[in-house]
């Protein structure tokens, strides 16, 4: 049985930072394509980092760039979104998902094209 589960989230004040934390189970996760999606309230969810399965690609949407770094541990099967000079409209359900095992160094930002996900986390950022 497949799980992903978040943890990290809370309430932060603006320029604040938080690690995200993602522990997979139930799939090879090294072999995985990583992602990190979010929904800010009234919105669509949208892409915001994708981790290939050694880490050897990255990719990061416009938004997050500069800002926030993804990263993983194949051996504890966890990938972690560190997010730092937080900001208001970074409010948001954080999603990890896992693409289709196997892909290897693709990286794809399409919601649809992720197979697995989590429950999401909050965070919220004040101003």
């Known amino acids: 049985q497949v799980q992903l589960e978040e943890s990290g989230g809370g309430l932060v004040q603006a320029g604040d930072s938080l690690r995200l934390s993602c522990s997979a189970s139930?799939?090879?996760?090294?072999?995985?394509?990583m992602g990190w999606f979010r929904q800010a309230p009234g919105k669509e969810r949208e892409f915001a980092a994708a981790?290939?399965?050694?880490?050897?690609?990255?990719n990061y949407a416009d938004s997050v760039k500069g800002r926030f770094t993804t990263s993983r541990d194949n051996a504890k099967n966890t990938v972690y979104l560190q997010m730092n000079s937080l900001k208001p409209e970074d409010t948001a359900v954080y999603y990890c998902?896992?693409?289709?095992?196997?892909?290897?160094?693709?990286?794809?930002?399409?919601?649809?094209?992720?197979?697995?996900w989590g429950k999401g986390t909050q965070v919220t950022v004040s101003s």
């Open positions: 981790i290939s399965w050694n880490g050897g690609r990255i």
């Open positions: 998902a896992a693409d289709r095992p196997g892909l290897l160094s693709v990286i794809r930002t399409t919601e649809a094209d992720y197979d697995y």
């Open positions: 139930g799939f090879t996760f090294s072999i995985t394509t």
